[in-house]
């Protein structure tokens, strides 16, 4: 039931169009004629085989985003058609080379995007930092690292090798807010060893009750390694709040 079903299901696109035909180059065989209710006449799922057959074309159908836009949803039908029937534009093999084709140009592709985002991305950093550097209250260090003294504390000092509890926010050049222990409503506990370089470097250079803004070139932050939320090459911005210091376990 569950392949008759998905059958059907991604042969929903060929309804609208059953009328005219549809264009299939190089092959004559006919697309296998569609039988009984229309599928847009379908009436909700009423057991569970129904309702399982269509969350699965609707997922399997929703997961072809990954391979951008191009996708053509009438030849997707009418591959699933012709597996059903046994027929085929290609040869096993073809499928295969064709496959492969296809993944090596969208990897390609990708590729080609990521290292434009890449390359803007740390051009308008680099310009944003020759500029900020220059205001009143912000220091640079000899790392590149930008920072600003928002509010004065009088505790304990960190070091790089500790372990903090800090409030903190990340935002984007573009004011995206990336992250921020403020918005879940918890501080959050940080091993400094394991953080990223401008990060660390900043907390080093606080003690307890003081605010900084901390201004993270790429070479310092996440470079090309970054999240996909966050983007290669971004410049990080953090407002730190540190809460306490302690030791970190050898």
Request: aromatic share 10%; with cysteine; net charge negative.
């Given at each position: 039931?569950?392949?008759?079903?998905?059958?059907?299901?991604?042969?929903?696109?060929?309804?609208?169009?059953?009328?005219?035909?549809?264009?299939?180059?190089?092959?004559?065989?006919?697309?296998?004629?569609?039988?009984?209710?229309?599928?847009?006449?379908?009436?909700?799922?009423?057991?569970?085989?129904?309702?399982?057959?269509?969350?699965?074309?609707?997922?399997?159908?929703?997961?072809?985003?990954?391979?951008?836009?191009?996708?053509?949803?009438?030849?997707?039908?009418?591959?699933v058609l012709d597996y059903g029937s046994g027929a085929s534009f290609f040869t096993q093999d073809e499928m295969n080379g064709i496959a492969s084709m296809?993944?090596?140009?969208?990897?390609?592709?990708?590729?080609?995007?990521?290292?434009?985002?890449?390359?803007?991305?740390?051009?308008?950093?680099?310009?944003?930092?020759?500029?900020?550097?220059?205001?009143?209250?912000?220091?640079?260090?000899?790392?590149?690292?930008?920072?600003e003294i928002m509010e004065r504390g009088d505790g304990e000092e960190a070091d790089q090798d500790s372990v903090v509890t800090v409030n903190y926010?990340?935002?984007?050049?573009?004011?995206?807010?990336?992250?921020?222990?403020?918005?879940?409503?918890?501080?959050?506990?940080?091993?400094?060893?394991?953080?990223?370089?401008?990060?660390?470097?900043?907390?080093?250079?606080?003690?307890?009750?003081?605010?900084?803004?901390?201004?993270?070139?790429?070479?310092?932050?996440?470079?090309?390694?970054?999240?996909?939320?966050?983007?290669?090459?971004?410049?990080?911005?953090?407002?730190?709040?540190?809460?306490?210091?302690?030791?970190?376990?050898?």
């Open positions: 039931m569950l392949k008759k079903v998905a059958l059907v299901l991604f042969s929903a696109v060929l309804i609208v169009s059953c009328s005219r035909g549809i264009a299939v180059a190089g092959e004559s065989e006919a697309i296998p004629e569609m039988t009984g209710e229309s599928v847009y006449g379908l009436s909700e799922p009423v057991d569970l085989d129904e309702a399982f057959s269509y969350v699965f074309g609707y997922m399997f159908a929703s997961s072809t985003g990954i391979y951008g836009d191009n996708i053509d949803y009438q030849y997707v039908a009418r591959g296809y993944q090596r140009e969208r990897m390609a592709q990708a590729q080609q995007q990521f290292d434009e985002v890449s390359s803007q991305n740390e051009r308008d950093a680099e310009e944003f930092l020759k500029v900020n550097g220059q205001r009143n209250g912000v220091i640079t260090t000899e790392s590149g690292l930008q920072y926010s990340l935002t984007l050049l573009d004011g995206t807010l990336a992250d921020s222990s403020y918005e879940r409503g918890v501080p959050s506990v940080l091993d400094l060893r394991n953080m990223i370089e401008g990060f660390r470097e900043g907390v080093s250079l606080m003690r307890t009750g003081d605010s900084y803004r901390f201004w993270i070139p790429p070479e310092l932050g996440y470079g090309l390694n970054a999240p996909a939320s966050i983007g290669p090459n971004s410049l990080l911005i953090f407002d730190v709040e540190l809460l306490s210091v302690e030791d970190a376990d050898e």
